[in-house]
């Protein structure tokens, strides 16, 4: 495989660890990150202060993926039908700036079509989407027990009461995008 079909998408639904196990299920990904981005405190900000809610971050994942085999538009897609893009910094009990539901553009092209995306999934949801479209800024990787979150603590409340009811909705919408059990 070539590396020149590697792109890079960075989004914030709320807890990363949701977000994560969501990606790291669809065909195509090649490497999902854990991390914070979006903030205007300097330097390599920590999941405690991350927490605070006053360092202006996004618990955020970026992603690696193969774009031969699934498209920036289908993961956004994805993105926007596996958390509520309708409440402000806000994702179920996680409350706070650093829960927003956020897309970082990496180029003008990934800018036009994460607006087009938006714009065409309004008609999914009664109230207004509050999806914030931003330029990607520097990303920051959480702590290593951040990452792989789901995978390595499926029986920890969070991942049974929250993230499997997302994970469940992903095999239900997007069955075809998804890699298979076996793999």
């Known amino acids: 495989m070539s590396t020149e079909n ?3 998408i960075t989004v914030g639904a709320g807890c990363f660890w949701c977000i994560e196990a ?9 490497e999902v990150v854990s991390g914070y981005t979006g ?11 991350i927490c605070s809610g006053l360092t ?13 085999v699934v498209s920036y538009e289908d993961l956004l897609v994805i993105f926007m039908t596996t958390h509520d893009p ?7 009990a996680d409350v706070g700036t650093q829960y927003r539901s956020v897309i970082y553009y990496h180029d003008a092209a990934q800018e036009k079509i994460a607006n087009a995306v938006v714009k065409a999934m309004q008609s999914y949801y009664e109230d207004p989407i509050v999806t914030e479209i931003s ?4 990303f ?9 979150f789901y995978s390595n603590n499926k029986g920890y409340g969070y991942c049974t009461f929250v993230i499997e009811p997302k ?17």
Request: net charge positive.
């Open 6 to 8: 590697l792109k890079q």
């Open 22 to 30: 969501v990606y790291q299920e669809v065909k195509g990904i090649k």
């Open 39 to 49: 903030g205007t405190v300097p330097g390599k900000p920590t999941y405690r202060e």
């Open 56 to 68: 202006g971050h996004a618990e955020v994942v970026q992603v690696t993926y193969d774009a031969n």
């Open 86 to 92: 309708t409440t402000l910094n806000r994702q179920g």
């Open 135 to 138: 330029a990607a800024e520097t």
């Open 140 to 148: 920051y990787k959480a702590e290593d027990d951040h990452q792989n």
């Open 167 to 183: 994970l469940s909705k992903l095999r239900k919408l997007h069955a075809e995008k998804l890699k298979s059990v076996s793999a």
